[in-house]
């Protein structure tokens, strides 16, 4: 089967998209498990985002899984983070991502 230019562009986007969510992960020291918890999907498929088994993954879930990480951090980073802690058993801290940057390329980025 021939690739046509949409389906490398695809390819390119998801595995910008992969590669800033496993930096995003292993730079704020969030697990498997936690990852897992936090993007509602099970630690088997953040090991396979984690492995980059690519062919696993759609532009949707990623994004998904993007915008998931976003929207926990910005709250993680809020004046009450403590429904977070109480939910996962873990302090999280306000600044967490603080130097963390996560490129996905076209000038987007995962922070």
């Known amino acids: 089967m021939k690739n046509t230019p949409e389906e490398a562009e695809n390819m390119k986007l998801r595995s910008s ?4 969510l496993k930096n995003h992960l292993l730079h ?3 697990s498997q498990t936690e990852a897992a918890k ?3 999907v099970t630690q088997l498929r953040i090991s396979d985002l984690m492995r980059g088994k690519i062919n696993l993954f759609s532009l949707d879930a990623l994004v998904n899984m993007a915008a998931a990480a976003v ?4 709250y993680v980073q809020s004046p009450r983070p403590h429904n977070l802690e ?8 306000k600044g967490l ?3 963390c940057t996560c490129s996905l390329g076209n000038g987007a980025a995962l922070v």
């Open 17 to 20: 998209l992969m590669l800033a």
């Open 28 to 30: 704020n020291s969030i």
């Open 38 to 40: 936090l993007f509602g």
């Open 71 to 74: 929207c926990i951090l910005k």
């Open 86 to 93: 109480r939910q996962f058993g873990r302090k999280f801290t």
């Open 97 to 99: 991502t603080n130097g």
